[in-house]
């Protein structure tokens, strides 16, 4: 039985106090000639319910971590250090790498699902959305009739905003942001407790990236899971999560709330991405779009020039 006081429980942070993925010094590597160090000693926690979004630039070591979490990492990637925890509500946890064979596969589905990055492009050409939606169903659930599976189909594309109808249609037939909807739907299939979405709404234009924005911070409110948000656009992230972390070179160079990273950054990576963005009303750097130039942008130019400046001086 837990001795603290309810005073402190209500100041306690909810990743700390109620976590469902503990990650301790997680590293992976791609083995070659050169060895690539992608994720270098992360340690991050997900509480449960939240929405914790992972931002940096292309190549930092986003998608590398989260597939090495979910154990779906192939060679020449191996994980050299660390550990991954899953925290289930029913009181139970397990060391994600001690997980094998079936045991694994029915775990990925279950208890941790994924949005693929261009997962517009992830469903069957040849095969309609009922057929891929059941298959969730025929693999994890065996034991549910035809007409249950079905049914349970039809109710998931309703929750995500897809017409039933929809069931018989092959992906061509559906627009990208529907197939995008079928993604999350088929994500969602099982209950699971924790879904990792790695660049959901890449190539979506931007009113049906709010849409699913839109989506996904409802159904997190509905279904209590929790989200891993992995992206390079820091202003989208600012919009969603509860807690950002900003990924550079394999490293976390920064974890804090996100009103907190926006207004008050304290690594100069970190500055560098909020001041890259251009906004629609104001200077480049003020993209929340209240119209007053970001004095950062002037800060980070003058990082950059010194920056420069010493790499000339340095011996080659």
Known sequence: MSTATPEAEATTPRHLADPVITIDDFSVDYAGQVTTHAVKNVSLTLGRGEIL????????????LAYGITRLLKPPALITSGSATFHSREGWSADLSTLSGDELRQFRWDKISMVFQGAM???????????????VFTTHRPELS???????????????????????SFPH??????????????????????????????????????EILDEITRLRAELGFAV???????????????????????????????????????????KRLLASFPSLTGERGDFIRTGVADDRLEETKQADADEDAANEGAPA
């Open 121 to 135: 492009n992830s469903l069957n050409p040849v095969i309609s959305i009922q057929a891929q939606l059941e298959d």
């Open 228 to 270: 891993i948000f992995i992206t390079h656009d820091l202003p989208l992230l600012l919009e969603i999560s509860d807690r950002i972390a900003v990924m550079k070179a394999g490293e976390i160079v920064e974890l804090n709330d996100a009103y907190e990273l926006y207004t008050n950054p304290r690594n100069d990576y970190t």
């Open 146 to 168: 035809r007409a249950e599976r079905v049914q349970k189909c039809g109710d998931l594309l309703e929750r995500v905003g897809v017409d039933r109808s929809r069931l018989k």
């Open 53 to 64: 979004g992972l931002a940096g630039e292309s190549g930092c070591g986003k998608s590398t």
């Open 173 to 210: 037939e559906l627009s990208g942001g529907m197939r995008q909807r079928v993604m999350i739907a088929m994500a969602m299939a099982l209950d699971p407790q924790v879904m990792i979405m790695d660049e959901p709404t890449t190539a979506l234009d931007v009113v049906v990236q709010r």
